[in-house]
């Protein structure tokens, strides 16, 4: 029973890689589409949101599956719980990276749009922290967790940032309003990604150390 069980847990773990794999590529590729304006790129990402969707069904089911037939204990439970987590966390992420394409849409039929702040470095910092959020799941990585939630600091700063920038454009430019709006959005998207990769993170500190840190400050850490 327990190779049973070991065996379901490791390709549960495949499974939430995979979609992890494709929801990280959805973000790169949506940021992408806006700097480049390029609708065909967004478009793709629009149409990925179904198999994303399937692939949180399938995984929920697979837990639920391991949690009747094995009534796992101590880790392996945990892990169980961290996975229902993750999976929807990954499942909202590609939601956004579709959110951040549907703006792409808009913004690429504009004559001029004017990125008021740096999109790209954001999508950058947002972008590691989601890809090493989950390598912290493969390699049980925990003080990679925490260092992904001090990170999260650095995403508001610049979604901060972003927010004072757009209100002097729409002062001096009001015309442009949608376009800036949009812009904003985009920033807005980006700042929950990095939001679900700190859930992910916190996951795997409660998966390997069984600590709920969720409700503690950003910068704390447990000593050894």
């Known amino acids: 029973m327990s190779q049973h069980l070991q065996k379901e847990i490791e390709n549960l773990k495949k499974n939430l890689l995979t979609m992890g794999s494709v929801v990280e590529d959805m973000v790169y590729l949506a940021t992408k589409s806006v700097v480049r304006r390029d609708t065909r790129m967004a478009q793709e990402i ?8 399937e692939m949180e069904v399938n995984i929920e089911e697979e837990c639920l599956k ?17 996975v229902l987590k993750i999976n929807s966390d990954l499942e909202r992420v590609g939601d956004l990276a579709v959110n951040i394409a549907e703006r792409s849409l808009f913004l690429s039929g504009q004559e001029d749009i004017c990125l008021t702040f740096n999109i790209t470095a954001m999508a950058e910092k947002v972008e590691s922290m ?13 003080p990679q967790a925490y260092r992904i939630r001090q990170e999260d600091d650095l995403v508001d700063a610049y979604n901060r ?13 009001p015309e442009s309003a949608n376009c800036l709006l949009h812009l904003l959005s985009v920033g ?15 996951d795997v500190i409660y998966l390997v150390d069984a600590q709920i840190v969720r409700h503690t400050p950003e910068d704390f850490m447990e000593e050894d």
Not at 161 to 173: R, T
Not at 191 to 201: G, K, P, S
């Open 188 to 202: 807005r998207h980006l700042e929950r990604v990095a939001d679900h990769a700190t859930n992910i993170a916190e």
């Open 161 to 173: 940032d972003m927010y004072e920038k757009v209100k002097e454009e729409l002062a001096l430019h």
């Open 66 to 82: 391991i949690l009747a037939l094995h009534q796992p204990v101590a880790i392996d439970l945990r892990f169980i719980i961290a």
């Open 46 to 53: 629009i149409s990925r949101d179904l198999e994303v969707d």
């Open 130 to 142: 989601l890809t090493r959020s989950i390598d912290s799941l493969v390699n049980m990585d925990v």
